[in-house]
């Protein structure tokens, strides 16, 4: 729930100074600019919240924690890259296959009850898919048509 109000919030405050500073409406920026900050508050948690994030991957995958710390520098280099003219489109087609391959995570997660934040078994359980996948598939949406739609 919070990265999509900082998703939303950022959008509603980017379009508005970027009317105030260029003297129009910009979309498409103002979500660019508004995904760039939510995977910047994303990629903090997994610095802040690394041993929770570690045990939602799958029990085959080996250096679950430095997995976690590497999608964490990737989350900031695409936010960074969003911003980028250059290599935004790039950046949005590797986004949307990231977006895409961390949904098992979070199935594993909810099936096991794993609270990311504490590493406990005392997550929302099965009950977090019913918001979280369609986040996903909402986040998704939001990069392909702010980015590579438009």
């Known amino acids: 729930m919070k990265p999509l109000l900082v998703l939303l919030i950022t ?5 508005i100074l970027l ?6 409406l910009s979309l498409s920026l103002a979500a660019q600019i508004a ?16 041993d929770g994030m570690a045990q939602m991957l799958p029990n085959f995958v080996p ?11 990737m989350e900031i280099l695409f936010a960074i890259g969003l911003l980028i003219p250059k290599y935004r489109v790039t950046v949005a ?9 961390i949904i098992p995570a979070n199935i594993k997660a909810s099936l096991e009850n794993i609270n990311y934040q504490t590493g406990q078994l005392d997550g929302k359980g099965i009950s977090y898919l019913w918001f979280r996948i369609p986040l996903q598939l909402f986040f998704i949406l939001w990069v392909y048509f702010s980015t590579l739609k438009q």
């Open 93 to 101: 087609w590797l986004l949307i296959v990231f977006l895409i391959l």
């Open 63 to 73: 250096a679950k924690k430095e997995l976690v710390y590497l999608t964490g520098v």
């Open 19 to 24: 009317r105030f500073i260029k003297g129009q």
């Open 11 to 15: 959008f509603l405050l980017s379009l």
């Open 35 to 50: 995904m760039a900050a939510m995977l910047l508050f994303t990629a903090i948690g997994h610095f802040v919240f690394t």
